[in-house]
């Protein structure tokens, strides 16, 4: 088990077992101790060409420098292949586990969680979990890999230098990660929480650019969402301030580590008989060679403990946004894909007592509505913006828990005969037909045919270049009214036998608005006898004989 770190256990539900990243971990240390052999090679290579020997006395080194050359590019280049792909699975697994969570989970988390929150939680959060593996958990393994490999090579040309060296790779590689890491927490939060705002104030421009528009309320929504974006870039300026900080810890670390390792060696060699520029001395072991590996080889190691503060940092962030991704999972309850419900097609009743859903202030004296609903009897709902429309909507279809009271169906379970159907419902980009699959897989084309003439777009859709195979382009493709008339479509092809409908009528046109409510309203038309239909509306004036539940 991964333990109760949150990012171990996202990892671990990301489908991230303690030997996936082991590859990507190989190919970074290979690379990484490519390079430093290169440059402890390198440095004998050059001094030893100094001295002019016999070019054969160079030829193995001259091609082990190439050859280090050439593996350290592969195996970075395959390092960054295994790592990406560890990534992107886990990435992709993540967001499909998370989907599948809520799908199978407590409804509740969905119905009351913020549409900008949910993308964040899917989209941006998601992607910080695996630019954690990329950018922070493979490095850091490479680094220490390579800290120690480096440590044990200059121990056996000076242990003196060796424990420099040591100190110097603590410095740069966990003392200043650990205080980049610490000094942008707090900054790495409120960056998030910036972040979310300003999906937040965008996704609400694009939603209802039309009625900001109108209510001459855009530019304050806009003043809105820049103000969030400007408090989204302090973060990060001030997160980038600490994180250099941090980072200037590094150079600093390897210019005590080259020094001490110059004056160490010229030390060594000063009290030693021969001469530092015999190369055949053997009073001593301090060669030129040497003395070269001693000074080039920190430079070397420093490299791979370098990005080490970004590392942390990235880490970090990764572990919030872990927190966040699994507090919702661990909200939703469930963990598991669950089959779609297999609506009974029996004709069902709806029966509510003493129920109370929402804010209790929105009630009525008698704290409660009960509620005796037959096949084919219709319930309107209305009252002012905020009341709780749509939350007794939902309660009645079961995604929400009462306040207290019951809300029962005969002869099946609620889950199994009542449906709830959003007033901003998503249309998909992909094919009308595809569009109204959404609510039935099994829907023939006939069956789509029909249920589109029945809500108006029997025109609109004989205009369609390729008829239902036409692409949709989202609700951009089409207008306010026909994507009320779509959405209602998709209820009427539903297999459930409860149907509730929130503001079906919206953004219809003035002299086609009532048309239609009427139509909901009549079981002799669209709906049938069989169903139970209860409407969320602004306007049940339309209709008369229908019951209306006021909530004020």
Same mark, same amino acid.
């Given at each position: 088990?991964? #333990?109760?770190?949150? !990012? *171990?256990?996202?990892?671990?539900?990301?489908?991230?077992?303690?030997?996936?990243?082991?590859?990507?971990?190989?190919?970074? =240390?290979?690379?990484?101790?490519?390079?430093?052999?290169?440059? /402890?090679?390198?440095?004998?290579?050059?001094?030893?060409?100094?001295?002019?020997?016999?070019?054969?006395?160079?030829?193995? @080194?001259?091609?082990?420098?190439?050859?280090?050359?050439?593996?350290?590019?592969?195996?970075?280049?395959?390092?960054? !292949? @295994?790592?990406?792909?560890?990534?992107?699975?886990?990435?992709?697994?993540?967001?499909?586990?998370?989907?599948? =969570?809520?799908?199978?989970?407590?409804?509740?988390?969905?119905?009351?969680?913020?549409? +900008?929150?949910?993308?964040?939680?899917?989209?941006?959060?998601?992607?910080?979990?695996?630019?954690?593996?990329?950018?922070?958990?493979?490095?850091?393994?490479?680094?220490?890999?390579?800290?120690?490999?480096?440590?044990?090579?200059?121990?056996?040309? +000076?242990?003196?230098?060796?424990?420099?060296?040591?100190?110097?790779?603590?410095?740069?590689?966990? $003392?200043?990660? !650990?205080?980049?890491?610490?000094?942008?927490?707090?900054?790495?939060?409120?960056?998030?929480?910036?972040?979310?705002?300003?999906? @937040?104030?965008?996704?609400?421009?694009?939603?209802?650019?039309?009625?900001?528009?109108? /209510?001459?309320?855009?530019?304050?929504?806009?003043?809105?969402?820049?103000?969030?974006?400007?408090?989204?870039?302090?973060?990060?300026?001030?997160?980038?301030?600490?994180? =250099?900080?941090?980072?200037?810890?590094?150079?600093?670390?390897?210019?005590?580590?080259?020094?001490?390792?110059?004056?160490?060696?010229?030390? $060594?060699?000063?009290?030693?008989?021969?001469?530092?520029?015999?190369?055949?001395?053997?009073?001593?072991?301090?060669?030129?060679?040497?003395?070269?590996?001693?000074?080039?080889?920190?430079?070397?190691?420093?490299?791979?403990?370098?990005?080490?503060?970004? @590392?942390?940092?990235?880490?970090? +962030?990764?572990?919030?946004?872990?927190?966040?991704?699994?507090? *919702?999972?661990?909200?939703?309850?469930?963990?598991?894909?669950?089959?779609?419900?297999?609506?009974?097609?029996?004709?069902?009743?709806?029966?509510?007592?003493?129920?109370?859903?929402?804010?209790?202030?929105?009630?009525?004296?008698?704290?409660?509505?009960? *509620?005796?609903?037959?096949? #084919?009897?219709?319930?309107?709902?209305?009252?002012?913006?905020?009341?709780?429309?749509?939350?007794?909507?939902?309660?009645?279809?079961? $995604?929400?828990?009462?306040?207290?009271? +019951?809300?029962?169906?005969?002869?099946?379970?609620?889950?199994?005969?009542?449906?709830?159907?959003?007033?901003?419902?998503?249309?998909?980009?992909?094919?009308?037909?595809?569009? *109204?699959?959404?609510?039935?897989?099994?829907?023939?084309?006939?069956?789509?045919?029909?249920?589109?003439?029945?809500?108006?777009?029997?025109?609109?859709? /004989?205009?369609?270049?390729?008829?239902?195979?036409?692409?949709?382009?989202?609700?951009?493709?089409?207008?306010?009214?026909?994507?009320?008339?779509? $959405?209602?479509?998709?209820?009427?092809?539903?297999?459930?036998?409860?149907?509730?409908?929130?503001?079906?009528?919206?953004?219809?046109?003035?002299?086609?608005?009532?048309?239609?409510?009427?139509?909901?309203?009549?079981? =002799?038309?669209?709906?049938?006898?069989?169903?139970?239909?209860?409407?969320?509306?602004?306007?049940?004036?339309?209709?008369?004989?229908?019951?209306?539940?006021?909530?004020?």
């Amino acid at each position: 088990m991964f #333990g109760d770190d949150p !990012l *171990l256990r996202a990892l671990a539900f990301a489908g991230v077992r303690r030997r996936t990243p082991l590859v990507a971990i190989g190919l970074g =240390a290979g690379g990484a101790l490519s390079a430093l052999a290169l440059a /402890a090679l390198s440095a004998w290579l050059i001094t030893r060409a100094w001295q002019m020997p016999p070019v054969l006395y160079l030829s193995v @080194a001259v091609t082990a420098v190439r050859a280090l050359g050439i593996s350290r590019a592969v195996f970075r280049y395959l390092e960054r !292949l @295994a790592t990406h792909d560890v990534a992107l699975r886990a990435m992709a697994t993540a967001r499909a586990r998370v989907y599948r =969570a809520l799908a199978g989970g407590d409804p509740a988390v969905t119905v009351r969680s913020d549409r +900008s929150a949910l993308l964040a939680r899917t989209a941006e959060d998601v992607d910080e979990i695996g630019d954690a593996v990329v950018r922070g958990l493979v490095p850091m393994a490479v680094g220490a890999v390579t800290s120690l490999t480096a440590v044990a090579i200059m121990a056996a040309v +000076s242990p003196v230098s060796a424990v420099v060296l040591a100190v110097a790779l603590v410095i740069s590689g966990v $003392l200043a990660p !650990l205080v980049g890491a610490r000094a942008s927490t707090r900054i790495v939060a409120a960056g998030a929480h910036a972040r979310e705002q300003v999906g @937040a104030d965008v996704t609400g421009l694009l939603w209802h650019a039309g009625e900001l528009t109108v /209510a001459r309320r855009r530019d304050r929504a806009l003043a809105r969402l820049r103000d969030a974006d400007d408090r989204h870039a302090r973060a990060v300026d001030a997160a980038a301030a600490r994180q =250099a900080a941090a980072t200037s810890m590094t150079p600093v670390a390897m210019l005590v580590s080259v020094v001490a390792a110059a004056v160490i060696a010229v030390d $060594l060699a000063s009290r030693l008989p021969g001469s530092l520029m015999d190369a055949s001395s053997s009073d001593g072991v301090v060669t030129p060679m040497l003395f070269g590996v001693l000074v080039l080889l920190p430079l070397s190691s420093f490299e791979s403990t370098g990005p080490l503060t970004d @590392a942390a940092i990235a880490w970090e +962030s990764g572990r919030q946004s872990a927190a966040r991704v699994m507090a *919702l999972v661990d909200a939703a309850g469930s963990t598991t894909l669950t089959a779609d419900p297999v609506f009974d097609p029996r004709p069902a009743s709806l029966t509510a007592r003493g129920l109370q859903w929402g804010r209790k202030e929105a009630l009525g004296p008698d704290g409660g509505v009960d *509620l005796d609903l037959r096949p #084919g009897d219709r319930l309107l709902v209305t009252g002012r913006s905020g009341a709780g429309k749509s939350t007794l909507g939902m309660t009645l279809t079961g $995604l929400l828990a009462p306040l207290s009271g +019951s809300v029962t169906s005969e002869p099946a379970a609620l889950e199994e005969s009542a449906a709830y159907f959003a007033e901003e419902a998503h249309l998909f980009s992909t094919s009308v037909r595809e569009n *109204l699959r959404v609510a039935r897989g099994d829907v023939t084309d006939g069956e789509i045919v029909d249920a589109l003439a029945d809500v108006g777009l029997g025109g609109w859709l /004989a205009a369609l270049p390729a008829g239902l195979d036409t692409e949709l382009a989202g609700a951009a493709s089409v207008s306010g009214g026909q994507r009320r008339r779509l $959405l209602v479509a998709r209820a009427l092809v539903h297999a459930s036998r409860i149907v509730v409908l929130d503001e079906p009528t919206e953004h219809l046109d003035p002299a086609d608005e009532p048309e239609m409510l009427r139509r909901i309203c009549d079981p =002799a038309d669209i709906f049938g006898p069989e169903r139970i239909v209860v409407v969320i509306t602004h306007q049940p004036a339309a209709v008369d004989d229908v019951p209306i539940i006021e909530i004020s």
